[in-house]
């Protein structure tokens, strides 16, 4: 079955017809009825003023067991701590050589990592990890604030994480670096 699921998996994400949503709910749904996750883990992104940070919630057996709080730069995105979020619990799960499925409600995050063109190198990191261990790991799309216990303490975690997660560094996004070096353009040509 197993053999079975991992083709279904590349068909699906393959296929351009069908949405995305479709696509990895459907893929997170068969998972669940093989019971091959041991556990379940929720992750989010937050900004709060300047502050960027993200969390990971860790389940089993529907218990809350972990959680790993983060804090980025200033400069990263929302879009970004979600994404280092969903890798960091891929990482978490190929250290501890156990099956997780990771639920995110960044529906921007999973076309990120379904894109076939992105052009950032952390994007391309984060696929190519996934890749590696896509025996281990199941990604599926939750509706955020609508109740779903691990996903609310995923928003309340990250939320905490912009002020006392521990700091981790990921790349300014390309978005950030034009700005920066547009400003500073601007103040040499007015300097000049």
Same mark, same amino acid.
């Given at each position: 079955?197993?053999?079975?699921?991992?083709?279904?998996?590349?068909?699906?994400?393959?296929?351009?017809?069908?949405?995305?949503?479709?696509?990895?709910?459907?893929?997170?749904?068969?998972?669940?009825?093989?019971?091959?996750?041991?556990?379940?883990?929720?992750?989010?992104?937050?900004?709060?003023?300047?502050?960027?940070?993200? *969390?990971?919630?860790?389940?089993?057996?529907? %218990? @809350? &067991?972990?959680?790993? /709080?983060? !804090?980025? #730069?200033?400069?990263?995105?929302?879009?970004?701590?979600?994404?280092?979020?969903?890798?960091?619990?891929?990482?978490?799960?190929?250290?501890?050589?156990?099956?997780?499925?990771?639920?995110?409600?960044?529906?921007?995050?999973?076309?990120?990592?379904?894109? *076939?063109?992105?052009?950032?190198?952390?994007? %391309? @990191? &984060?696929?190519?990890? /996934?890749? !590696?261990? #896509?025996?281990?790991?199941?990604?599926?799309?939750?509706?955020?604030?609508?109740?779903?216990?691990?996903?609310?303490?995923?928003?309340?975690?990250?939320?905490?994480?912009?002020?006392?997660?521990?700091?981790?560094i990921i790349p300014a996004p390309r978005s950030y670096v034009k700005r920066l070096l547009n400003k500073l353009m601007i103040k040499e040509w007015n300097d000049y």
């Amino acid at each position: 079955m197993s053999l079975e699921l991992n083709e279904l998996h590349e068909i699906l994400l393959v296929k351009n017809t069908v949405s995305i949503d479709m696509q990895y709910r459907t893929f997170s749904a068969l998972r669940r009825i093989t019971n091959r996750f041991n556990f379940e883990v929720y992750t989010d992104g937050s900004r709060i003023e300047d502050e960027t940070g993200f *969390a990971v919630c860790i389940f089993q057996e529907n %218990n @809350n &067991i972990e959680n790993h /709080l983060y !804090k980025l #730069k200033s400069h990263n995105s929302v879009f970004q701590a979600e994404l280092a979020a969903i890798h960091c619990a891929a990482n978490w799960a190929a250290s501890k050589n156990v099956s997780i499925n990771i639920h995110t409600d960044s529906l921007s995050s999973i076309a990120a990592i379904k894109s *076939a063109s992105a052009r950032s190198s952390f994007i %391309n @990191n &984060i696929k190519q990890d /996934l890749v !590696k261990i #896509k025996h281990l790991v199941g990604l599926s799309w939750v509706k955020a604030h609508v109740g779903i216990h691990g996903n609310e303490l995923a928003d309340q975690q990250a939320k905490l994480a912009t002020t006392t997660g521990v700091d981790t560094i990921i790349p300014a996004p390309r978005s950030y670096v034009k700005r920066l070096l547009n400003k500073l353009m601007i103040k040499e040509w007015n300097d000049y």
